[in-house]
């Protein structure tokens, strides 16, 4: 027995932007649009804000989100919702907009928010819980790059103190996502690998995940293959339109398999390194791949030789996977990011490590000093 959900409506293909006055059309006529302050997408926050003032929705722009959003920042943005009462919230970006945007949309409504009672009733990607706010409200998700597959998920990832955590809830689905390949193809290289990683161990992670059913072990089979087969292409020829399209839907089959599978070890442990370190995503998780492919050979040894024979056509994981790390430039350790032995100290000292359910302080540790030098 298995359950298996994905609401988000999705537009995909070249060209796909021009489409959003007509979908933002249905769900009112005042958007909160959430963003970065980044330069270089200046153009794009310019083309989207027109293509709904063409269709007379006013947008109200909240441009202050920072990479690992933080909860201070939420509430910033939280409070100029409270100011200028909006229909639906609008996320263009990468994952740190949509996590931001949903976190806004999520509270929208309450007086303030609660972090301790969001983290603690909704820690789990599967059960079903009452909503934080009965005005909480709408998202549409146009993402800028192809790795987060935050478009289709449940989950809001948002750093409080020094832990990045997450919470989860079917109200943080987009109602609608528009994949428009063309967005991507002025993301650096760097960016490109990162965020593209990132959706491989999404597909990985739910593959291995015991939830893991047909239908999600299908859309993560597909989404390895595709980032196997187009990453490194994409980092040779990063305007080829054909290999983003083909990163963009890798990026959204692993998004859903990973909303209806859950992860593993490498994502709670990317965002302890993330929350101490400030790494992007995709790196941290990069540094510890390979070292929990290389510990959990044995314990994991059928669904690794699965992954090994269909994406990597190969008998060894860990070889053909390494092989694939260097492709793509991110074969490296803590270290070659400049993490410090004292920055290691207080990630290995991390709570979290007591409370995971992938194994044992001891299991975690191992992964996490062999991913430092």
Known sequence: MFRYYQPTRIHFGAGALNQLGEICQRYGNRCFMVTTADEPLQPL?????????????????????????????????????????????????????????????????????????????????????????????????????????????????????????????????????????????????????ATGFDAFTHAFEAYINPRASHYSKMDSLEAMRLVVNNLPKVLEDPTNLHFREAMSLADTLAGRALANSGADAPHPLSEIIGGIAHMTHGEALAVVFGPFIRQNAVKKETLFKEIAAEIFHSDDLFKSFTSFMETIHLNKKLVDFGITAEQFAEIKASPILDHLPFGSREELEAILTDAYE
């Not at 009462?85 to 996590?99: E, M, Q």
Request: proline share 6%.
């Open 45 to 193: 926050y310019k083309r989207v804000k027109d293509l709904l003032q063409k269709v007379n929705i006013q947008v109200i722009h909240f441009d202050e989100v920072m990479p690992n959003p933080n909860a201070e920042m939420v509430e910033r943005g939280f409070e100029v919702l409270k100011k200028e009462p909006c229909d639906f919230v609008l996320a263009v970006g990468g994952g740190s907009s949509i996590d931001t945007a949903k976190a806004i949309a999520f509270a929208h409504g309450a007086d303030h928010i609660d972090w301790d009672h969001i983290f603690s009733a909704y820690g789990s990607p599967f059960d079903i819980c009452p909503s934080y706010s009965k005005d909480h409200l709408p998202i549409i998700s146009v993402p800028t790059t192809s790795g987060t597959g935050s478009q289709v998920t449940q989950a809001s990832v948002i750093t409080r103190g020094k832990e990045k955590i997450t919470f989860y809830h079917t109200d943080n689905f987009s109602k609608e996502c528009i994949l428009d390949p063309e967005l991507m193809l002025t993301l650096p290289k760097r960016m490109s690998a």
